[in-house]
């Protein structure tokens, strides 16, 4: 995902302990500070403004737009709380419109799993900011995975 220098890697860290802090406030309370996702903006404007970041400002408001936009459907529903809208958001800056959408697949996948334990447990509900650093991190760590699954799947389809 970060393509740039390897000398600014430690960026990665910015957007995966701001969605730890997000995680751990959701297990306790299942609230997630408006702070976190401001913080996560904040940074990853001043990050791409001050050329550490590979993607511009306008890429990193065009990725929060985005990471907001595809969440919004599910938040009217209520699949999502506004804290994860906003998370999201915020990691849509982070990451840009295009590694949004592998966040939100990664995502998907693990709140599946979520959803499993939580139906074993005869639970209604569960936090979700935990699935999202799944996705977040499986996202960071390996950026070319779902594309690569794309094209597996695509080979295999004929």
């Known amino acids: 995902m ?3 220098s390897l000398s600014h890697s430690w ?3 910015i957007p995966l302990a701001l969605c730890a ?6 297990l306790r309370t299942r609230e997630i500070p ?4 401001i913080r996560l903006l904040a ?22 737009a985005a990471g907001f936009l595809v969440t919004l459907p599910f938040a009217w529903t209520g699949g999502l709380g506004g ?3 906003k998370l999201v958001a915020g990691l849509g800056a982070w990451l840009g419109p295009f590694g949004i959408f592998g966040l939100l697949f990664w995502t998907a996948l693990a709140g599946m799993v979520g959803a ?4 074993l447990r005869s639970q209604e509900n569960f936090p979700y900011v935990p699935a999202i650093m799944v996705g977040l991190t499986i996202q960071i760590v390996f950026p070319d ?7 597996a799947l695509r080979s295999l389809g004929g």
């Open 2 to 4: 970060f393509s740039g």
């Open 11 to 13: 960026l990665l860290l």
């Open 21 to 26: 802090e997000a995680t751990w406030h959701d």
């Open 34 to 37: 408006d702070s976190v996702s």
């Open 43 to 64: 940074t990853a404007l001043v990050a791409a403004v001050l050329g550490w970041h590979h993607l511009t400002w306008q890429v990193v408001v065009g990725g929060a």
């Open 83 to 85: 804290g994860d809208l």
């Open 116 to 119: 499993i334990i939580a139906t």
């Open 145 to 151: 995975a779902l594309p690569h699954l794309v094209v």
